[in-house]
């Protein structure tokens, strides 16, 4: 439908509709007569007609057109009032910008607030005098977001303070006063900025806090992140708990950096009253407060807030982080949120070394226990003990002290880590009272070397200042003390202090054991000895019965213990061949006086009763199970290495290595004595003999070893 709201299209339509008439009243008249006169008569009319008509249709057309643009007009007029009272009263931030040359033509209310200039100055201004972008950035912003087909773009506005501010600007086109205006409507969006990078930067340290492990990786994670979120230069965490007489600087960042291992009084510093209290401090200005530790290190308008770190309901450092313009609420807010994560984070890595630390102190008790079983003395255990005080209690050296009955010191039985000192002269040092003191008490105790001058000034010429001791308790009595000296007693705590009572117990395990163990052994020294004795008394009675053997047995025990080291037996083994050799002819006192004491050659009916005392032997003794592994010589000895011997007519290796080595002896000093039925045979012959019998009657790898032995 043909719009008539404007002049051109009511002009086309008046020239449209005049010719068409013309047109049509043209035919109707020269199809209605061909006379001229009324031809003419009728052209009259239908002109006046035509012209009646048309001004009648125009006078309406003019008429509504006017009425349109009135009442366009006034709709206009009431939209710009609406859109200034709107622009003005609106709390939004609008600007109205000239796009060609970025002029602020106008401004509301809310802008004039938010900018700090008044409405003139920003009519004046250009857009560029307060945004931080040069043109050329600004330009690319709106290229990429008419790119994109955004209306928002981000910008950073200075204010008339000189703050910055991130915004955000929508912008659109509009037609005011005749040209096209650009109207921004802008939003503060700096907090929620602000916002996302605290968060950001929140769960980056999260994520860098669970990959840490130990404390020593934990403290510049947390520090740095920190300073990162808070937009801060320094930064340092002070450890320490209310009831501590200082704190402690574990890592410090910035102009802090240098205060790590310096400690503070509690009692003269605004760190001690937050840690005491349990209020976090926002400190606008460092240099007004005088209780701020070596606050003027920092600028004049330096700032500084803290917050506590807090394990399970207990505080247990604090931290403080600085920068050059004051701290918000906000920022309080973030930082006791970063100290619980700091908290926990810490919390977490103590319990991973606690964890660790009780594994290795395990392991180093496991290490105790076995030197323990393994040592037969004392020494070997207490020497493994005091590595693991070194290695699992941090310290710097170690002294095992035992009580010795009618003595005025202690006595020294162990000793790690002495320079200038010896273990002598501290058990000479230690007072009596002290040691007496360190033995009452069920706990160890600090030996409190301001009371032992002597003491303390030879533990200094190591660098030693503090001590602590535990008592050896056996049966509810105290044999000793485990001594432990320090140059820093920061490693002591409840838990140091019991590992130190178990070691303690276990030293005490390895002295009474070691005690108990050599009384066990002088007692089976004893008890051997007995036995030896026994058996010497069993031979020497054989000897009184056979008379022509008196001295046999003394002499081949001699040598066949001389041929079983040449050999290389055991310490046990010679042990065996010395009580073998010693019972070699027990089996004897089964055989009838009449036969073994005949001073004549035997008949072959008697030789057979003497060729069972071998079996005697080993029928009595082994009944005895201490003499169980001495039965290879008694039983043993005459067997021969052809297999011609008896009583079992072994042959070759078949038979027991010392029953083959007696052999040997035995028939050498059978052959070097006199006896009633012939004289003693020389040196010379005898050895001839053996080396004769070798392969036959002995063992030919043997024989060469005996007569180098013998001389031959």
Same mark, same amino acid.
């Given at each position: 439908m043909i719009s008539l709201n404007s002049p051109l299209r009511i002009t086309l339509l008046y020239v449209v509709c005049a010719t068409a008439w013309i047109w049509f009243t043209d035919v109707l008249l020269f199809n209605m007569t061909k006379d001229s006169f009324l031809l003419n008569g009728f052209q009259h009319l239908k002109g006046m007609g035509f012209v009646i008509f048309t001004a009648m249709i125009l006078q309406g057309l003019l008429v509504k057109y006017q009425h349109a643009r009135d009442t366009e007009r006034h709709t206009q007029q009431e939209l710009g009032d609406a859109y200034r009272t709107l622009f003005q009263e609106s709390y939004s931030v609008m600007l109205l910008v000239d796009p060609d040359d970025g002029t602020i033509v106008d401004a509301n209310i809310a802008a004039v607030r938010f900018y700090g200039y008044d409405l003139d100055s920003l009519r004046k201004m250009k857009i560029t005098a307060i945004n931080m972008l040069t043109d050329e950035d600004a330009h690319h912003k709106a290229h990429v977001t008419h790119h994109q087909q955004r209306n928002c773009i981000r910008?950073?506005?200075?204010?008339?303070?000189?703050?910055?501010?991130?915004v955000e600007v929508y912008s659109g086109p509009i037609q005011m006063h005749g040209r096209v205006l650009f109207h921004s409507i802008v939003h503060d969006v700096s907090e929620r900025i602000r916002r996302e990078h605290e968060r950001n930067g929140l769960l980056r340290l999260a994520s860098a806090?669970?990959?840490?492990?130990?404390?020593?990786?934990?403290?510049?994670?947390?520090?740095?992140?920190?300073?990162?979120?808070?937009?801060?230069?320094?930064?340092?965490?002070?450890?320490?708990?209310?009831?501590?007489?200082?704190?402690?600087?574990?890592? #410090?960042?910035?102009?802090?950096?240098?205060?790590?291992?310096?400690?503070?009084?509690?009692?003269?510093?605004?760190?001690?009253?937050?840690?005491?209290?349990?209020v976090p401090r926002n400190v606008a200005n460092m240099a007004s407060e005088p209780r701020f530790y070596h606050g003027h290190l920092f600028g004049p308008d330096a700032a500084a807030m803290c917050a506590l770190l807090i394990n399970q309901d207990e505080p247990i450092g604090v931290m403080w982080v600085a920068r050059d313009t004051p701290f918000s609420d906000d920022d309080v807010a973030a930082l006791?949120?970063?100290?619980?994560?700091?908290?926990?984070?810490?919390?977490?890595?103590?319990?991973?070394?606690?964890?660790?630390?009780?594994?290795?102190?395990?392991?180093?008790?496991?290490?105790?226990?076995?030197?323990?079983?393994?040592?037969?003395?004392?020494?070997?255990?207490?020497?493994?003990?005091?590595?693991?005080?070194?290695?699992?209690?941090?310290?710097?050296?170690?002294?095992?002290?035992?009580?010795?009955?009618?003595?005025?010191?202690?006595?020294?039985?162990?000793?790690?880590?002495?320079?200038?000192?010896t273990c002598e002269r501290i058990a000479a040092l230690v007072?009596?009272?002290?040691?007496?003191?360190?033995?009452?008490?069920?706990?160890?105790?600090?030996?409190?070397?301001?009371?032992?001058?002597?003491?303390?000034?030879?533990?200094?010429?190591?660098?030693?200042?503090? #001590?602590?001791?535990?008592?050896?308790?056996?049966?509810?009595?105290?044999?000793?003390?485990?001594?432990?000296?320090?140059?820093?007693p920061e490693v002591i705590n409840d838990e140091w202090c019991a590992f130190l009572k178990t070691l303690a117990g276990q030293a005490a395990l390895a002295?009474?054991?070691?005690?108990?163990?050599?009384?066990?052994?002088?007692?089976?020294?004893?008890l051997e000895r007995a036995y030896d004795e026994t058996l010497a008394g069993w031979a020497k009675a054989l000897e009184l019965r056979d008379a022509e053997t008196e001295g046999h047995s003394q002499r081949v025990v001699s040598l066949a213990v001389r041929l079983a080291q040449e050999l290389g037996l055991s310490e046990a083994e010679l042990s065996n061949v010395r009580r073998g050799a010693l019972l070699h002819d027990v089996g004897k006192m089964g055989v009838p006086d009449a036969?073994?004491?005949?001073?004549?050659?035997?008949?072959?009916?008697?030789?057979?009763?003497?060729?069972?005392?071998?079996v005697y032997a080993y029928n009595w003794l082994r009944q005895i199970s201490y003499l169980q592994p001495v039965l290879d010589i008694p039983y043993s000895h005459h067997e021969r290495w052809d297999g011609q011997g008896y009583p079992q007519q072994l042959k070759g290796e078949a038979i027991p290595l010392a029953a083959r080595l007696f052999t040997i002896v035995d028939v050498w000093d059978a052959l070097t004595s006199d006896r009633p039925y012939r004289a003693a045979w020389s040196p010379e012959r005898t050895r001839a003999y053996i080396a004769e019998q070798a392969g036959t009657q002995f063992d030919p790898a043997l024989v060469p070893v005996f007569l180098r032995l013998v001389g031959g």
């Open positions: 910008f950073r506005h200075q204010l008339a303070t000189g703050a910055v501010r991130d806090l669970r990959q840490a492990e130990t404390k020593e990786e934990i403290l510049p994670v947390l520090l740095d992140q920190t300073l990162a979120i808070l937009g801060s230069h320094s930064a340092i965490l002070w450890r320490g708990k209310p009831a501590d007489e200082r704190a402690f600087a574990d890592l #410090g960042r910035g102009v802090w950096a240098g205060f790590q291992g310096q400690s503070i009084s509690l009692d003269a510093t605004i760190t001690g009253q937050v840690l005491r209290s349990g006791m949120a970063i100290a619980d994560m700091g908290a926990n984070a810490l919390h977490r890595a103590a319990l991973h070394a606690q964890t660790i630390r009780r594994l290795e102190r395990i392991e180093g008790l496991a290490q105790i226990d076995r030197a323990i079983m393994l040592s037969h003395g004392h020494t070997p255990a207490l020497e493994t003990l005091l590595e693991v005080v070194t290695t699992q209690l941090h310290a710097d050296a170690s002294v095992v002290l035992l009580c010795a009955p009618g003595q005025p010191h202690l006595q020294c039985a162990a000793a790690r880590g002495l320079v200038s000192a007072p009596v009272e002290l040691a007496e003191h360190v033995c009452a008490s069920p706990t160890p105790s600090d030996l409190h070397l301001d009371y032992a001058p002597l003491l303390s000034t030879v533990l200094a010429e190591d660098g030693l200042s503090y #001590g602590y001791a535990a008592p050896l308790v056996v049966d509810d009595r105290s044999i000793g003390v485990l001594n432990v000296f320090l140059k820093s002295i009474d054991r070691a005690r108990l163990y050599t009384n066990l052994e002088q007692t089976a020294l004893d036969i073994l004491n005949k001073p004549g050659r035997l008949t072959a009916n008697e030789f057979e009763v003497i060729k069972h005392h071998p």
